[in-house]
């Protein structure tokens, strides 16, 4: 019986240590944030693309009620308003393809990404995606399930960056 006590013990231990190593891993940013597109936000001199979403693109258009509307700019816009409420905190798993840390994001304890998509403003995204907000949004015609769009991805492949 004590060798199994000591055994649980110690894996019990490594666990720990793993975990305390995968978390010292993670980036974290906290401050005054700027926004640059939907999905996007610049804090402490560090672009942070916001993880489990996909907003569309500034210049991007949706359809409702038979016209035309600004749904990129509408996101950026409301991801705007949802930073001004105080202080962002992010925590960075890694970086995209374009360098940005991909991070979760809360301000005053709201999840940014969860509230964009809740409210039509974006798509979830990702293995971690917001797939709740998401059905909630489209079952109540918010944003841009009011009307029809393009997904941000395929917009994005119809018009490339000239980067």
Do not use: N
Request: aromatic residues 8%; positive net charge.
């Amino acid at each position: 019986m004590r060798i199994l006590d000591v055994v649980v013990a110690f894996a019990l231990v490594l666990a720990l240590g793993w975990l305390a190593e995968w978390m010292q891993r993670k980036e974290v940013y906290a401050g005054a944030a700027t926004v640059v597109d939907g999905d996007t936000l610049l804090l402490r001199g560090r672009r942070i693309r916001l993880e489990g979403l996909d907003a569309p693109e500034l210049a991007q258009s949706c359809e409702r009620d038979g016209a035309a509307w600004p749904c990129g700019k509408t996101a950026r816009f409301a991801l705007a308003e949802l930073v001004q409420r105080g202080d962002v905190f992010c925590s960075a798993s890694g970086e995209d393809a374009y360098g940005r840390a991909l991070a979760r994001c809360t301000v005053g304890g709201v999840d940014i990404a969860e509230e964009l998509v809740r409210q039509g403003l974006a798509v979830a995204y990702g293995r971690r995606g917001y797939t709740a907000a998401e059905a909630e949004a489209r079952a109540a015609r918010r944003g841009m399930w009011a009307g029809r769009f393009q997904a941000p991805r395929d917009y994005r492949a119809a018009h490339p960056r000239a980067d």
